[in-house]
């Protein structure tokens, strides 16, 4: 409903806006003894737009409600009827009014990602509540189960509640090691389904459960109405780089390398530039005031340039309007050592004495990142990527950490909008790694978006 309802408002205040309430017919164009008005043009898109969005899936229940695919499939079925759009008005020599799509198109696709958005929030109101949860059931080798179950814990709104798991022996005296209460044996998978009143069964692998006890185990739960998931051993893989084909009836997992070479690279780049010398534009003067503030503030210089390191282990200068007394780098090493962090990749003081009144205020809303803008803008940095570090914490690398080099860091990234300063190490640099092996451009966008919002709560900084 809201869908049509967006839609309908798109078309119709488009036609409103160009046309007026006027009956206005396409020039020299006739079907017959009838002619085409944009009003018939206005239902056809509205009746067309929502067979796309279901044809596209953008309504299936198991993408609406998490993760970035449901945008992704709302734009690219919204972009594609626009352009079957331009194509028949080609082939068929329509005068259609540009300025009509131009119009409905964008404020169309924003609305929609905005209304899809709102639900989201809706659904995980009611999910903190209890509702709308699926009733999942772990079935495999205890290892396993605790592994998948850590994960689905991990991910804030996966919209599963894990009621309970089969392992091989069955003992329920210890529960796994993520507090889910172990409920007997495989045996007893179709009285404790019925029992624990799961509708979702996840098999997370297990050598005594063989291919024939698989299909039949299917069967069974399809009578039940239970859904069945299998789990592949993948962590952290995104959507986009998963295929599924079926060869002889085996259900082939394909997992396409990470690649960020070519158009892709391109593309993020011209966003970059795109987005940092708008924001330049738009923020000049929050950037003149702070510049004002952090000068009659305290003495010392405006901005701090600071060596970190960045694509490919290439060090670069990065830029923040200065927020620490001037001599806070002599400071660091003893601060580290009081505190006993002087060992861990993320040099982070808890109530760092360095940091000026000023500092501490634009700190708190990141504003000292803005001059970073101009990083971006010069190619040393992106918009959105991994969190720049210096050489000393990439000292303490090992092989995997030294994978987040492959990309430019960002300006915000994973770590921004999943906790900021309160991360240890280890889950920043999950995050980090999941943003190198998953980067699309939806995803930097809605990392923007979440950015705004870590930015202007406050949340996790210092």
Known sequence: MTDFIVVTLSAVGSQLLWFGSQTVQLAGEYFGDLRLTYSAVTVVVILAWMIILSAFGTRDHRVVGSGTLEYKRVADATIRLFGIFALVAFLFAISLARGYFL??????????VASRWGWRQWLRRRQSNGAFLSRVL????RRKSE?????????????MRMVGALTHDGNSVTALDSDVPVLGSFSDLLEVVVSAEADTVILTGADDISPPD??????DLEALQVELIVTAALTDIAGPRIHARPVAGLPLVHVAFPAFEGVKRFSKRMFDVAGSALLIVLCSPILIIVAIAVKTGSPG???YRQERIGRHGVPFGMLKFRSMASNADDQLES????QGTSDKPL?????????TPVGRVIRKYSLDEFPQLFNVLRGTMSLVGPRPQRSIEVDLYDDAAHRRLIMKPGMSGLWQVSGRSRLNWEDAIRLDLYYVENWSMTGDIIFLWRTLRAITTAEGAY
Not at 147 to 159: D, E, F, L, N, P
């Open 103 to 112: 119009t409905a198109l964008p404020i169309g696709l924003l609305l929609l």
């Open 138 to 141: 772990l079935v495999g080798e």
């Open 147 to 159: 592994h998948v179950a850590r994960q689905i814990r991990r991910a804030t709104g996966s919209g």
């Open 214 to 219: 698989m299909r039949k185990l299917g069967w």
């Open 301 to 303: 210089d405006l901005v």
């Open 335 to 338: 601060l580290l050592d009081a």
């Open 347 to 355: 040099f982070k003081v808890m109530n760092d004495p360095r940091i």
